[in-house]
């Protein structure tokens, strides 16, 4: 990639114009990262970019933005400019084409302010991003409170570069990001969106959570964390403290490599323990009885309220319905083990119940029993090709209804239970159910 962003860079030097690899490219290389794309700078004007790549498209001519694509590789040119005020809090109301010591002031953060020469690799530096790249420092270009006036989804992605990179915010930007919290109701839910789901996912994903929850950011995501904290839990069973503690420790605990349903999963896996707190006279101890069912509603509200995929939903809703059922698995009978475990989001659920008891109580059986069950179940498939068909119902002579599904399951419970293995025991077994 980085060869063909130089050979594109090179175009528009060749035919005069001043051209820097522009922000994130230039971060991300300078701390030893591999650019996921490369941003040009240039002070060729949008028609002078699309004179030089005549297929180009002009997604952002009205900003300065050109997209070409060279070798099939997308890349935004823009044309160095100032910006003009901004009314809706996301976007400027014109646009000025400028120098690069302008467009840099324009910029959101120090770090995402830096320029390097696509040829040379000489850096440009016009905000002191250079110093704060070394001392992992976070700051606003310029007056902070305005970056954030301008664009206030750059209060989120604040707390994304934070907890991404692992660098301190700087305490005036840090303040601004506390002061101006609100305007986050300016952006759009699937901007949010987005930026909270890349936080979540980053390996530093539990200071994400505590940066957005501090930063009262959180009122405008999932306000229903903030009932977590000093939601009391059970001492026997839960020694590191409140529900909130419990959750970050969990998301601190999760690989590196998670999906956004895991981290959300884990997030929300608690979530209705503050609804749901009683507390039991007679047996000395807080309950939550109905925490995971009641979470799984909560959960469903929550994330179709931020607009996430159906998908999504489905499956976050699931491992945090199922993620009490783990203490139950050694008193289940092998066909429902099966089934619990054939289930799509099993694997996920695996990892959130590890961190569940890791976090808490350290109880390992009910993991490490399922774990052996995999290994147990490995040589054939989980739930097999059924021995019986409605088909075969028919040609028995009932007709179809709700017998069908219950004869149906019946028979895959026995085989699953490896107590019938041909089609022919399997029918017999239907003959007399049905004769019963």
Same mark, same amino acid.
């Given at each position: 990639?980085?060869?063909?962003?130089?050979?594109?860079?090179?175009?528009?030097?060749?035919?005069?114009?001043?051209?820097?690899?522009?922000?994130?490219?230039?971060?991300?290389?300078?701390?030893?990262?591999?650019?996921?794309?490369?941003?040009?700078?240039?002070?060729?004007?949008?028609?002078?970019?699309?004179?030089? @790549?005549?297929?180009?498209?002009?997604?952002?001519?009205?900003?300065?933005?050109?997209?070409?694509?060279?070798?099939?590789?997308?890349?935004?040119? #823009?044309?160095?400019?100032?910006?003009?005020?901004?009314?809706?809090?996301?976007?400027?109301?014109?646009?000025?084409?400028?120098?690069?010591?302008?467009?840099?002031?324009?910029?959101?953060?120090?770090?995402?302010?830096?320029?390097?020469?696509?040829?040379?690799?000489?850096?440009?530096?016009?905000?002191?991003?250079?110093?704060?790249?070394?001392?992992?420092?976070?700051?606003?270009?310029?007056?902070?409170?305005?970056? +954030?006036?301008?664009?206030?989804?750059?209060?989120?992605?604040?707390?994304? +570069?934070?907890?991404? &990179?692992?660098?301190?915010?700087?305490?005036?930007?840090?303040?601004?990001?506390?002061?101006?919290?609100? &305007?986050?109701?300016?952006?759009?839910?699937? !901007?949010?969106?987005?930026?909270?789901?890349?936080? &979540?996912?980053?390996?530093?994903? #539990?200071?994400?959570?505590?940066?957005?929850?501090?930063?009262?950011?959180?009122?405008?995501?999932?306000?229903?964390?903030?009932?977590?904290?000093?939601?009391?839990?059970?001492?026997?069973?839960?020694?590191? =403290?409140?529900?909130?503690?419990?959750? !970050?420790?969990?998301?601190?605990?999760?690989?590196?490599?998670?999906?956004?349903?895991?981290?959300?999963?884990? &997030?929300?896996?608690?979530?209705?323990?503050?609804?749901?707190?009683?507390?039991?006279?007679?047996?000395?101890?807080? !309950?939550?009885?109905?925490?995971?069912? *009641?979470?799984?509603?909560?959960?469903? *509200?929550?994330?179709?309220?931020?607009?996430?995929?159906?998908?999504?939903?489905?499956?976050?809703?699931?491992?945090?319905?199922?993620?009490?059922? @783990?203490? /139950?698995?050694?008193?289940?009978?092998?066909?429902?083990?099966?089934?619990?475990?054939?289930?799509?989001?099993?694997?996920?659920?695996?990892?959130?119940?590890?961190?569940?008891?890791?976090?808490? /109580?350290?109880?390992?059986?009910?993991?490490?029993?399922?774990?052996?069950?995999?290994?147990?179940?490995?040589?054939?498939?989980? $739930?097999?090709?059924?021995?019986?068909?409605?088909?075969?119902? $028919?040609?028995?002579?009932?007709?179809? =209804?709700?017998?069908?599904?219950?004869?149906?399951?019946?028979?895959?419970?026995?085989?699953?239970?490896?107590?019938?293995?041909?089609?022919?025991?399997?029918?017999? +077994?239907?003959?007399?159910?049905?004769?019963?």
């Amino acid at each position: 990639m980085k060869t063909t962003a130089v050979a594109t860079a090179q175009r528009l030097i060749d035919a005069g114009h001043t051209t820097y690899f522009a922000g994130g490219c230039v971060r991300d290389a300078l701390l030893g990262n591999e650019p996921k794309d490369y941003d040009i700078a240039t002070s060729a004007t949008p028609d002078e970019v699309q004179a030089l @790549f005549p297929k180009s498209d002009a997604i952002g001519a009205h900003f300065g933005v050109i997209l070409v694509k060279e070798n099939k590789i997308p890349f935004e040119i #823009a044309t160095f400019r100032h910006d003009g005020s901004y009314k809706d809090g996301r976007h400027p109301e014109s646009v000025t084409f400028s120098s690069p010591e302008e467009d840099a002031q324009r910029r959101d953060f120090t770090v995402n302010g830096l320029f390097q020469h696509p040829v040379t690799e000489e850096v440009i530096d016009h905000v002191g991003g250079l110093a704060d790249l070394k001392s992992k420092t976070l700051r606003a270009i310029g007056n902070a409170a305005d970056r +954030f006036q301008e664009d206030a989804l750059r209060l989120m992605r604040a707390v994304r +570069f934070a907890t991404v &990179l692992d660098f301190e915010i700087e305490a005036s930007t840090w303040q601004a990001v506390q002061d101006h919290a609100g &305007l986050l109701e300016q952006i759009s839910t699937e !901007r949010v969106r987005d930026e909270f789901t890349r936080t &979540l996912v980053a390996p530093g994903r #539990a200071r994400g959570l505590d940066l957005l929850t501090e930063s009262g950011l959180m009122r405008f995501i999932v306000p229903e964390v903030y009932a977590l904290i000093g939601c009391e839990q059970p001492p026997q069973w839960h020694p590191e =403290g409140d529900v909130y503690t419990h959750t !970050r420790i969990m998301l601190d605990m999760l690989g590196g490599d998670v999906t956004p349903e895991l981290a959300l999963a884990v &997030l929300l896996h608690d979530i209705a323990k503050p609804p749901t707190y009683t507390y039991d006279e007679e047996a000395d101890r807080i !309950r939550f009885n109905g925490h995971d069912r *009641v979470g799984a509603e909560m959960a469903d *509200v929550i994330l179709r309220r931020m607009k996430y995929s159906n998908k999504t939903i489905e499956d976050v809703c699931a491992m945090v319905r199922n993620h009490m059922n @783990f203490m /139950n698995v050694m008193d289940m009978r092998t066909a429902k083990v099966k089934r619990f475990m054939a289930r799509p989001t099993f694997e996920q659920e695996m990892e959130l119940h590890r961190v569940d008891c890791a976090s808490s /109580n350290g109880l390992t059986e009910n993991y490490d029993f399922l774990r052996e069950k995999e290994k147990e179940f490995a040589a054939e498939p989980l $739930i097999p090709t059924p021995l019986v068909t409605g088909k075969d119902l $028919i040609d028995m002579g009932l007709k179809p =209804g709700p017998v069908f599904k219950k004869i149906l399951t019946q028979v895959q419970t026995e085989q699953l239970e490896g107590h019938l293995s041909t089609r022919e025991d399997a029918l017999d +077994f239907v003959r007399k159910t049905i004769e019963v």
